[in-house]
């Protein structure tokens, strides 16, 4: 299976994104500051990745420290220090809300780890490397619970009658690349290729960033997925042909309201439009970690908005081939000189949209009045 985090004992190391698909380096994460950047400068994207790699950048930093004996020797100095170091980190990017779920969950851990009588600072550090090693595996069990879920859900109220498969088209890149494997939308295609449900899988190119045509193409194509790329302006035509035969669109999420407006990829909210207009199904894929009950709406999630250099140019291999100082891509011109650019990297899809949300724990669908319950899925057990 693709791995895009290689953590052990303290060591990580991430598949540097911005290479792909050309190339393939692991470059090492030492440092909170490390992360950060990887994180603001997209060599690492994606809602579960971006909080897993920003924990284990914290992890890998501590662990180093104690080495080195050279952490806050009380545990309220240490609770202080991990507080302040993931407030740093939470500023990398703004919408998905896995980052700074996590940072609060583990912040809540080591101050409560704090609390036990005669806990030093190794200990509260030790709490907090263990709980991060720990989202690894989490993540990947809770990929794999979705991918069924989600296959299950398809099966039955995607393939027509008298049908054994379905195509789906996909958006964005949600799979083992922007987890810590399997995926979620993409680990429901992975389920439904796996059940032999899956007849063809699309994925849209998904610009400016081209998370579609880089790394989920690169995935299909690693898989040995049946896939074709399409750009983002062919999802109409393409739900308009009888002959693709989509019957559902799963995309991923950055951060889900308690009212199920989900915000997720740029160009998502037209695939769901589309979706509706065709009969199409439209399911959100993502752990729970992405839902966010003390976001009542859409309205209220911050979206960021990302360099106009991302719209006004495209990134590909350089030319002469060679590498120089690891820039082995480059970027080339394809805009105007001086337009101006709107660069939302996200938008929000009303949940009236969404045929169901994925989790780990069940596919949710609307109650009876057209609207999501969310906090349910919280009383179920973790799986
Ligand atoms: O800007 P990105 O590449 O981090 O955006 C990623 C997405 O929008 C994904 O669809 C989402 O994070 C879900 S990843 C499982």
């Not at 994925?203 to 049946?226: K, M």
């Not at 337009?339 to 969404?354: C, E, G, R």
Request: glycine share 8%; hydrophobic share 45%.
């Amino acid at each position: 299976m693709l791995q895009a985090i290689k953590y052990s004992k303290g060591k990580l190391e991430i598949l540097d994104q911005l290479q792909l698909p050309f190339i393939e380096i692991f470059i090492p994460i030492r440092s909170t500051e490390d992360g950060w950047h990887a994180i603001k400068d997209m060599k690492v994207r994606g809602a579960p990745a971006i909080a897993i790699v920003a924990m284990l950048a914290l992890a890998s930093e501590l662990t180093s420290a104690l080495e080195g004996s050279m952490i806050p020797r009380s545990a309220e100095e240490m609770c202080q220090y991990i507080s302040t170091k993931l407030a740093y980190l939470v500023t990398s990017r703004p919408t998905a809300v896995n980052l700074s779920d996590a940072a609060r969950k583990l912040e809540t851990l080591v101050l409560n780890r704090a609390k036990i009588a005669e806990s030093r600072g190794s200990d509260v550090a030790h709490t907090f490397i263990q709980a991060a090693e720990a989202m690894l595996g989490d993540d990947l069990k809770d990929n794999q619970r979705i991918g069924h879920n989600g296959a299950e859900w398809i099966a039955k109220y995607a393939v027509k009658p008298g049908h054994s498969q379905v195509a789906v088209l996909t958006h964005c890149n949600t799979g083992s690349l922007a987890t810590s494997g399997y995926g979620t939308a993409l680990g429901v295609v992975r389920s439904l290729a796996a059940n032999n449900t899956l007849q063809h899988a699309y994925c849209t190119e998904t610009r400016p960033y081209n998370q579609g045509s880089r790394l989920t193409a690169f995935e299909l194509v690693h898989d040995g997925i049946p896939a074709t790329l399409i750009t983002d302006s062919m999802a109409a035509a393409l739900l308009a042909s009888a002959e693709a035969g989509v019957g559902a669109i799963i995309v991923g999420a950055d951060r889900v309201a308690a009212n199920g407006d989900t915000a997720n990829k740029i160009g998502t909210y037209a695939l769901a439009v589309l979706a509706k207009h065709h009969g199409v199904k439209f399911l959100v894929a993502a752990p729970r970690t992405t839902i966010d009950l003390a976001t009542k709406s859409g309205r209220e999630i911050v979206i960021e908005q990302r360099p106009a250099s991302e719209v006004t140019s495209i990134k590909g291999p350089r030319s002469d081939a060679e590498s120089i100082d690891g820039a082995s891509i480059e970027s080339v011109q394809i805009a105007a000189p001086g337009i101006s650019v709107w660069n939302p990297a996200f938008d929000i899809t009303p949940s009236a949209l969404i045929d169901g949300i994925v989790t780990e724990v069940g596919v949710v669908e609307k109650g009876a009045e057209g609207q999501y319950h969310l906090d349910g899925l919280f009383d179920a057990p973790s799986v």
